[in-house]
């Protein structure tokens, strides 16, 4: 008997070696919308499941966006459960929320997910996303100025989510389905036009132009870069978090740094980050650092701009008596007797912490 088709063949050995560690006995659910890449994502998994010894089943969210969302959330979870998944269930959210539409409904998908991963004891959640989806993911954050984590696109896992196909085309899994007899949706807003959204119009237009003109293989390339810059921001914060345990060393009777303490948090603490110590430190690292120290105050992560960061350096490396820097999420920073301190801003009308013009 001829074995399965190539495609087929492919995306089950991406789940297989996705699901290595899952034990027997486990449960592994499939975020499962019913377009191409996450109905061939069931199938593999409804393959290997059981062979392996671990339980596939699906959740389906239902964003309820579009007209007819419940009939389309409904035939996905038929499919899945044709497939053999079980358990397989329907997950209505609210998408309404900040962020924007695209957002929002990110948001309230991964909660949707992480609550029926808690109510099954699910081992891992599988996400469809291909190399196409990562492509698009770093040319965005290109687009848009991002630093280095943004333009590392997706991760293949993180925590209990993992993404089997990050190395498959969106071609594999279109195949997939039709050598499995498999009928996918087709998201409407995927299709590219000047009123679809941004990251379509990027899959539509933006990447078969590259392609056209730089030539076949830039999905491929823009998915190893952000292999490439996932392991340089790992680095990278790595060196931040020790140069904060050093920084947040609490200062000697005479002012010097009584050395760095290793249970220090990696986050501005209330005794400050000293002024030297970060200072001495490579650009690149003491800023990375302060973006993290910024975030640990309470900095939202999509307010807090290059611009603030720099304001921040500043303080560090450009001490000139200057005073508090305001930032996101009502946060202020100010240097005080040499030492950088985080703090949430004071009510309207007391006015800012101590330390506005106190050179350090």
């Known amino acids: 008997m001829a074995g399965p088709a190539p495609v087929v063949a492919a995306v089950r050995r991406a789940v297989r070696a996705a699901t290595a560690d899952v034990p027997a006995g486990a449960t592994v659910l499939v975020a499962c919308s019913g377009g191409p890449d996450s109905l061939a994502l069931a199938a593999g998994a409804a ?3 059981p062979r392996a010894g671990w339980r ?9 966006l579009q007209q007819g969302s419940a009939d389309v959330a409904a035939a996905a979870a038929a499919a899945c459960q044709g497939l053999g998944l ?4 329907v997950a209505a959210v609210d998408a309404r929320g900040p962020g924007g539409p695209e957002g929002a409904a990110r948001a309230a998908r991964y909660a949707a997910l992480a609550d029926a991963a808690r109510r099954h004891g699910a081992a891992a959640v599988l996400l469809g996303h291909t190399r196409d989806d990562q492509a698009e993911s770093v040319l965005l954050a290109l687009a848009r100025g991002s630093g280095p984590r943004s333009a590392a696109g997706m991760a293949a896992r993180r925590g209990a989510l993992r ?3 990050l190395d498959l085309p969106r071609a594999t899994t279109l195949a997939a389905c039709d050598a499995l007899g498999l009928v996918p949706w087709h998201d409407p807003t995927n299709a590219p036009g000047p009123a679809a959204p941004l990251r379509s119009r990027v899959r539509g237009e933006v990447l078969p132009l590259l392609e056209e003109v730089l030539g076949p293989g830039v999905a491929a390339a823009l998915a190893r870069g952000a292999d490439l810059a996932r392991e340089q921001a790992d680095a990278l914060d790595a060196l931040a978090a020790d140069l904060l345990v050093a920084a947040a060393a609490p200062a000697a ?3 010097a740094s009584s050395g760095p303490d290793a249970t220090a948090p ?6 400050g980050l000293d002024a030297d110590v970060l200072a001495a430190a490579h650009a690149g690292v003491r ?3 302060l973006r993290v120290a910024a975030l640990g105050a309470g900095c939202p992560a999509g307010a807090l701009t290059r611009a603030h960061v720099l304001a921040l350096d500043d303080l560090v490396v450009a001490w000139h008596g200057q005073g508090p820097v305001a930032l996101p999420g009502r946060v202020v920073a100010a240097r005080r007797c040499g030492r950088l301190f985080l703090d949430p801003s004071p009510p309207s009308g007391t006015g800012v912490p101590t330390g506005r013009g106190v050179v350090g």
Do not use: I, N, S
């Not at 596939?56 to 309820?64: F, K, L, N, S, T």
């Not at 079980?86 to 269930?89: A, K």
């Not at 990696?266 to 005794?271: C, E, K, R, V």
């Open 47 to 49: 393959f290997v499941g």
């Open 163 to 165: 993404r089997p196909l």
């Open 266 to 271: 990696a986050t501005a603490p209330t005794g």
């Open 287 to 289: 800023r990375a650092a």
């Open 56 to 64: 596939a089943g699906a959740v389906v969210v239902d964003h309820g």
């Open 253 to 255: 009777p005479d002012g």
């Open 86 to 89: 079980d358990p397989v269930e």
